[in-house]
């Protein structure tokens, strides 16, 4: 082991090279007790020579950053030289430089402090690579590791040390966008602490906040502290702008130095309030409510997007451009400014993706307007025709359920009917062939959404049928009822089957008659109203476990200016010819016993295998990793909605090139585009669904104070809440979640008694 002097005359000599060094405890890698540990590392002969005369056979620990300027590259072991190996083959070969080797066997490449831009403290830059940069150390030869090796210099000590090449720098130490201020870690203020925070209105505790913030200093960015304030406002704590302007000038603006004048000065403080609410930021709607628990986890879905967010990161992995590989879309929707994700048209076969580009135009609509129909009716064409088995006894059908969600005006109705039309249009003579095998009908679309009528449809055509209506609302609404009632299960039940294309029987009671339909195909579009869809897609909803299924597109408002764009007749046959021959195509084979039409079931290739499998199993990452059971059952859906727009894809293929063998395995590129889709329409759903319950969750709100003030005079404990309304609060607990949903609104207080309830 080295003595007390070797190891000062090695901690000068690294000090004469101008790396900060400092004492670490003998034989271990962790600063002295009672030292600052790399804060006190230093150059200076005097300081070292003290450091160890009082610490005898002290480790070496040197200082990374700017002030040695030097940063190290930290391999560990094994799964370190793995990793490397990988980076290196993705972005390039290091240079040689110096390298370090440590006590454990590990490896420590030095290189020099970039000019361009900070190197921090980074771990698991890789699996068993972690950076030492800004705030970091490393220990230096011959200090002893804990196991008792001893750190060396293996190619000597002299080695020159290099630069490290742009591309890893951009890895190591990525180019940081600019941010506004509110997204700026030094600009935040500290956080008031309250005991109890679940028991602050939102509003005391907007104004605990405010309290905290740094004041507007004129010529010292007054102007940024204000919209800082501003957004903190509206944005973290989900405040209207009467609310928000109230509490800056009561609680914000007499700090400020000097203070807005509300006589001449007023209108200029309240454009910030409107300017934070509509500038980008990397801060989430509700951040401040969520930080402070002050939201329910029925609130929280309408941060949900939040949770695609997490679900982005946990798919990054994959985020390559290679075929065979689906990628994840980018992270760049924001709460507050939109920035909408055009539907991706590219993966549709060229004249398809032109016909949808065209008729989006036409009728000035987004492309997510018409190119979702187009899956569910391409996906009705194929019906019970064709199945795709990803596994013993997992096999799925072409079957879609569909919403356009736009206000009144926004054109809803003009691309679908444009899409669905070739359904109903007749067979010419001659193209269907065995009618057995073909059976092929133009009634095969029905606006009656209810089961009795579907099910007499579905008796007369083996192929399956498309409930389309302009209007969708009530269909939904009726989710909600089918865990209540009469009959309601039996509803429920005859729906999941419809989704899966299942068998459905169904005993009338009227006549005695037993009905029994092998496969019950329903495809579903149809449109709805944003307001109209807030009430529809209530949480409780979700016990139907329908709403899940559902695939939504809520495009921002487009204005509805004359155009003279039309849908070519190219593209347009190109539309109608393939519907017609995904119709028309016959099924596998019938059994003689039943008579019962069987479909061709297919299979992935291996390769296209492999890309939907690594789909399934992210989709299996963000239901463990979603904080929200709804938002977890999108994601199980979205695995087999997937599945089946892999097999829509595969079919359009099929029609694209007029393909004779109806038994084709689907390929890589039908993969990618079913799982590109889906991830897609997954980020609809979790954003719209979180839209929705926003507003359901005020409204229950609204209407329970009001059932307060009325019935009880403003005030009610638990108990008597939930016996006055025992269909809706099953327990007590209940009760009290909603009581804690006005509390959290600032519409309401907890009293002294025990689980009491007082209006503000």
Same mark, same amino acid.
């Given at each position: ?129 972690? !950076? ?94 204000? @919209? ?65 628990? @002050? ?107 569909? !919403? ?32 057995? @095998? ?33 209007? !969708? ?288």
């Amino acid at each position: 082991m080295p003595d007390k002097l070797e190891m000062l005359d090695h901690a000068t000599r690294y000090a004469e090279r101008g790396w900060p060094v400092f004492a670490l405890q003998p034989g271990d890698k962790v600063p002295l007790k009672g030292s600052r540990g790399f804060k006190d590392a230093a150059t200076n002969d005097i300081l070292l020579t003290r450091m160890w005369d009082e610490h005898t056979d002290a480790n070496i620990g040197m200082a990374t950053g700017k002030i040695a300027e030097v940063f190290v590259v930290d391999i560990d072991g094994e799964e370190g030289s793995r990793s490397l190996t990988e980076m290196e083959n993705e972005i390039g070969p290091l240079p040689e430089t110096l390298e370090q080797r440590t006590g454990s066997g590990g490896r420590h490449l030095f290189f020099r402090w970039p000019a361009a831009r900070p190197v921090r403290n980074k771990q698991a830059l890789r699996p068993g690579i972690d !950076i030492r940069g800004e705030g970091g150390y490393v220990v230096l030869p011959p200090s002893i590791h804990p196991n008792g090796k001893p750190y060396d210099w293996p190619y000597g000590e002299d080695t020159p040390i290099a630069d490290i090449p742009g591309v890893w720098l951009d890895v190591i130490s990525p180019v940081k966008k600019k941010r506004a201020p509110w997204d700026r870690s030094e600009e935040q203020p500290k956080r008031a602490h309250v005991p109890i925070i679940g028991s602050t209105p939102i509003i005391e505790r907007a104004k605990l906040y405010l309290a905290e913030c740094d004041p507007a200093v004129q010529g010292s960015g007054g102007h940024d502290a204000l @919209l800082w304030a501003a957004r903190a406002m509206v944005v973290g704590f989900q405040l209207d702008d009467d609310m928000a302007n109230s509490l800056l000038w009561a609680e914000f603006n007499p700090r400020c130095s000097p203070p807005w004048d509300p006589e001449t000065e007023r209108k200029d403080f309240e454009r910030k309030v409107g300017q934070a609410r509509s500038t980008p930021s990397e801060k989430p709607s509700g951040w401040l409510l969520d930080e402070y628990s @002050l939201r329910s986890d029925a609130d929280a879905m309408a941060n949900i997007i939040g949770s695609n967010r997490h679900a982005v990161a946990l798919l990054a992995k994959h985020a390559k451009t290679q075929v065979g590989e689906y990628v994840p879309p980018k992270d760049d929707i924001d709460d507050d400014v939109r920035v909408w994700t055009p539907f991706p048209t590219e993966f549709f076969p060229p004249r398809l993706a032109k016909y949808c580009t065209q008729v989006a135009e036409a009728n000035c609509v987004y492309p997510s307007y018409v190119g979702m129909p187009m899956l569910v009716v391409a996906g009705a064409a194929m019906g019970n025709a064709w199945r795709l088995e990803l596994k013993k006894d997992f096999i799925v059908p072409p079957v879609l359920w569909m !919403i356009l969600v736009g206000a009144s005006g926004a054109n809803k109705s003009s691309p679908l009917s444009k899409v669905e039309a070739p359904l109903e249009e007749p067979i010419p003579p001659g193209t269907v062939g065995d009618d057995m @095998l073909s059976p092929t009908s133009t009634d095969n679309v029905v606006s009656d959404l209810t089961v009795e009528a579907l099910v007499q449809l579905l008796e007369e055509n083996p192929r399956g049928i498309l409930a389309f209506c302009d209007e !969708i609302a009530a269909w939904i609404n009726s989710f909600g009822k089918y865990k209540q009632g009469k009959g309601g299960g039996g509803d429920k039940q005859a729906w999941i089957s419809f989704w899966n294309a299942g068998s459905y029987k169904l005993h009338r009671k009227t006549n005695r008659e037993r009905v029994r339909i092998p496969t019950a195909a329903c495809a579903v579009m149809g449109g709805i109203q944003p307001k109209v869809l807030a009430n529809c897609f209530d949480p409780e909803s979700f016990d139907s476990g329908l709403v899940p299924r559902i695939l939504v597109t809520c495009p921002p408002p487009r204005r509805k200016q004359w155009t003279e764009a039309v849908v070519g007749h190219e593209e347009d046959a190109a539309w109608h010819d393939t519907i017609q021959w995904l119709r028309t195509r016959p099924f596998k084979n019938i059994k003689t016993n039943t008579r019962q039409h069987m479909p061709h079931v297919l299979k992935f290739s291996p390769k296209a295998k492999n890309i939907f499998t690594s789909f399934y199993n992210d989709m299996d990452d963000v239901v463990h990793g979603s904080i929200n059971a709804d938002a977890e059952a999108f994601a199980t859906k979205a695995q087999s909605n997937a599945a089946r727009m892999c097999l829509i894809h595969h079919g359009l293929v099929m029609a694209e090139n007029n393909t004779t063998s109806l038994d084709k395995p689907i390929g890589e590129e039908s993969a990618i585009a079913g799982t590109q889709w889906m991830l897609w329409c997954l980020a609809q759903q979790m954003e719209i669904y979180g839209f929705a319950t926003q507003q359901a969750v005020h409204q229950r709100a609204i209407a329970l104070v009001e059932l307060i003030r009325v019935k009880w005079n403003g005030k009610v404990t638990m108990r008597l809440l939930q016996r006055a309304k025992p269909a809706r609060y099953k327990k007590v607990a209940a009760a009290v979640r909603a009581a804690q949903a006005i509390i959290s609104l600032g519409m309401a207080r907890w009293t002294e008694v025990e689980k009491e309830v007082e209006l503000i």
